[in-house]
């Protein structure tokens, strides 16, 4: 079998992801055979580092022998079971790992199969939260701009990356949107913290104005991953806390993307030291094996269900796949991996190393900033670092960014005109030096 005849098979009868698929007409859809730590391998035997954890969901490596092991000893044991009225060993030991490493207060475990399903869960509950409690007129939500949920139309509603969101806004309900604390609006000579705690002031006023009729804050913690991978600092996530309890409002902490360690902590949220009122997992929950979220509440959310069914106030929500055993069995296998090694330890010396080995970047003249929080870095181009003048999206500069990275046999996935690097947490220095000098030679290439 070679690369060409799956290509032309698949061109025959998939509809890629995110993709627009007449750029295969020229760009070629890579089929991948097998995987192996951060090697991905094709069926010509190229072999492709997966700097980006396969859209972030892989922790530990592909085909992790460990986990590997642990979803073959349950798919002998029980694949999936119903989990209404039902129950099974992996999720209930998944739910009493997650209640004692989340931030505490978060007690209460709601399953669903992905990221943007979570959101919906966490959207819905909060609403129905306030409407069990006599609360009629709570009904919106407060998201930050340039934020992301997912693509379900909930989901999307509370985001605001316009390249997913534009199209479908008669279908979406209408967010209360406040200015992001994206810290590289900061002004110069201002600091992250300053910047972060400054920008406050927007969402205090809003939350003030608004709060009668607003169920919750949604926001990424620490990073907006698909907004471009834009920073900021944790005194923004204080504030928010407090805010929140002042005026009777959720604050739902979406760490699909930067939970399990991403951020340097296991949570981002801890960086704060807050709990949200719910927080949505997955992506890194399996350590990218098999499609798995939870929304995490507090007891106070969930006993305003609690009640005799004839009063009507229970939550009916639910997905086909919940708690899916497999899938919880390879969190266990996951959550396994990061009680018995150092993780955050060895990815506290990675990420210093990712930063060494772009730091040549730093006087480039199109590159306008390199960011980094924990394992996620990225180098922001630009077309003019003076007047901060982006490239003009048509020009697709990422995208040269990513040819260039296939070519030498590195999977970068650049959004819009930002290259990052986010990878599996088992990657070694080599593989982060040949990461980096791809990444460089990739952004000389791309801006001249
Ligand atoms: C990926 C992502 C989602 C959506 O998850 P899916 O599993 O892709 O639906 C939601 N929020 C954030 C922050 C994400 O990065």
């Not at 992996?90 to 997650?98: D, F, G, R, Y």
């Not at 900061?186 to 992250?192: I, P």
């Not at 959310?301 to 004839?310: G, S, V, W």
Request: with cysteine; hydrophobic share 40%.
């Amino acid at each position: 079998m070679d690369n060409s005849i799956l290509r032309n098979r698949d061109l025959t009868t998939l509809w890629h992801p995110c993709t627009q698929m007449k750029d295969h007409e020229w760009l070629p859809i890579i089929p991948i055979k097998s995987g192996k730590g951060v090697w991905l391998e094709d069926f010509e035997g190229k072999q492709y580092l997966d700097a980006i954890s396969s859209w972030w969901v892989n922790l530990f490596g592909h085909s992790n022998p460990f986990i590997n092991e642990r979803i073959k000893q349950q798919l002998d044991t029980l694949e999936h079971v119903i989990l209404a009225g039902f129950s099974h060993e992996p999720v209930i030991e998944l739910s009493e790992q997650l209640v004692a490493i989340t931030p505490p207060g978060l007690d209460k475990c709601f399953y669903a199969d992905n990221g943007s399903s979570a959101i919906e869960v966490a959207l819905k509950m909060s609403y129905h939260y306030w409407l069990n409690k006599g609360y009629k007129n709570k009904s919106k939500f407060i998201t930050l701009s340039n934020s992301y949920h997912g693509e379900t139309l909930g989901a999307l509603a509370v985001g605001d990356v316009s390249l997913y969101k534009e199209t479908y806004q008669p279908l979406l309900m209408q967010a209360i949107t406040v200015p992001s604390p994206d810290c590289f609006q900061r002004e110069t000579g201002s600091s992250w913290h300053e910047h972060s705690e400054k920008i406050f002031s927007h969402m205090q006023q809003t939350l003030e104005a608004h709060a009668d009729e607003v169920c919750a804050v949604f926001v990424e913690p620490l990073v907006q991953c698909a907004g471009n991978m834009r920073m900021y600092d944790p005194v923004y996530l204080s504030l928010l806390r407090k805010a929140c309890d002042e005026y009777n409002v959720h604050l739902i902490a979406d760490e699909i993307a930067v939970g399990f360690g991403r951020t340097g902590t296991l949570f981002a949220c801890e960086q704060a030291s807050i709990t949200p009122d719910i927080m949505c997992l997955s992506k890194g929950l399996t350590g990218g094996y098999l499609p798995l979220s939870v929304a995490l509440t507090t007891n106070n959310i969930y006993q305003a269900f609690y009640d005799d069914y004839e009063n009507l106030t229970a939550f009916l929500h639910s997905h086909s796949y919940t708690g899916n055993p497999l899938a919880c069995s390879a969190a266990l296998a996951t959550l396994d991996i990061f009680a018995n090694q150092p993780v955050l330890e060895n990815n506290k010396q990675l990420s210093r190393y990712m930063l060494e080995s772009v730091s040549e970047l730093g006087d480039h003249p199109h590159v306008a900033e390199i960011r980094q929080t924990g394992m996620i870095l990225a180098i922001e181009i630009i077309k003019d670092k003076k007047t901060m003048q982006p490239y003009p999206w048509q020009e697709r500069r990422g995208l040269k960014v990513y040819q260039h990275g296939l070519q030498n046999g590195v999977l970068l996935r650049p959004l819009g005109n930002v290259v990052y690097f986010m990878p599996p947490y088992v990657i070694n220095h080599d593989e982060i030096k040949l990461m980096a000098k791809t990444a460089i030679d990739g952004i000389h290439g791309a801006t001249q």
